[in-house]
């Protein structure tokens, strides 16, 4: 069974950092992709950040050039490096796993993000 857990969280000034972690069971990192979505109130949940099984990532236009997603196999943790925050950054930020067929969520974890 797939187990995804966030952590990492919190209240940060706008320019600041973060850094989210998701501690991951029952999944092989080299044979799915792992990824970061987030959800503002009121909002759709969207992608943020994946990386597929053989490494490679994907960023949503809007984190680019911000953001770094990155994994520890050994540790089974994938993270997500965010730099330059802004206030449009707030949400619930989600660990998600694609493991054929199902999808998996974590519980998510808030970021907030202060002007």
């Known amino acids: 069974q797939v187990q995804l857990v966030e952590s990492g969280g919190g209240l940060v000034q706008a320019g600041g950092s973060l850094r989210l972690s998701c501690a991951a069971s029952g999944i092989d990192f080299s044979r799915n992709t792992m990824g970061w979505y987030r959800q503002a109130l009121g909002k759709q949940r969207e992608f943020v950040a994946r990386?597929?099984?053989?490494?490679?990532?994907m960023y949503a236009d809007s984190v680019k050039g911000r953001f770094i997603i990155s994994r520890d196999k050994a540790k089974n943790t994938v993270s997500l490096q965010m730099n330059s925050l802004k206030p449009e950054d707030t949400s619930v930020y989600y660990c998600?796993?694609?493991?054929?067929?199902?999808?998996?969520w974590g519980q998510g974890t808030q970021v907030t993000v202060s002007s």
């Open positions: 990386i597929i099984s053989g490494g490679s990532t």
């Open positions: 998600n796993a694609d493991k054929w067929p199902s999808t998996y």
